[in-house]
Nanobody, 126 residues
Framework: QVQLVESGGGSVQAGDSLSLSCAAS????????MGWFRQAPGKEREFVAAASWSSTYRYYSDSVKGRFTISRDNDKNTVYLQMNNLKPEDTAVYYC???????????????????WGQGTQVTVSS
């Protein structure tokens, strides 16, 4: 079973930047899409961003578009999330996700992803 291991979470001030990383434990694992979800306290888990294998397609939620950038390094089987101009409402547990095979549609629902990481906490104070 492939494991996704996130790193890079922490506590920052509003306006700061933070970078998250997620590495797959199996170096032969070649997921079509990798991305991120987040869950804030008392709220439902929501899609943040996803990138296809070659990063030709990158998808973002409206709430992070223009501030977050997703990228992949397939040689390292790693996906990154660069988060700039962080806001208190970005506070959440961030989960790395991977979709084994493409479905022909934009992956943005929880059910689209086959593998999930344990999550890393991001806290943004005002």
């Amino acid at each position: 079973q492939v494991q996704l291991v996130e790193s890079g979470g922490g506590s920052v001030q509003a306006g700061d930047s933070l970078s998250l990383s997620c590495a797959a434990s199996d170096r032969t694992f070649a997921p079509y899409a990798m991305g991120w979800f987040r869950q804030a306290p008392g709220k439902e888990r929501e899609f943040v961003a996803a990138a296809s294998w070659s990063s030709t397609y990158r998808y973002y939620s409206d709430s992070v578009k223009g501030r977050f950038t997703i990228s992949r390094d397939n040689d390292k089987n790693t996906v990154y999330l660069q988060m700039n101009n962080l806001k208190p409402e970005d506070t959440a547990v961030y989960y790395c996700v991977a979709q084994n095979y493409g479905t022909g549609r934009r992956p943005k629902a929880e059910a689209d992803f086959d593998f999930w990481g344990q999550g890393t906490q991001v806290t943004v104070s005002s």
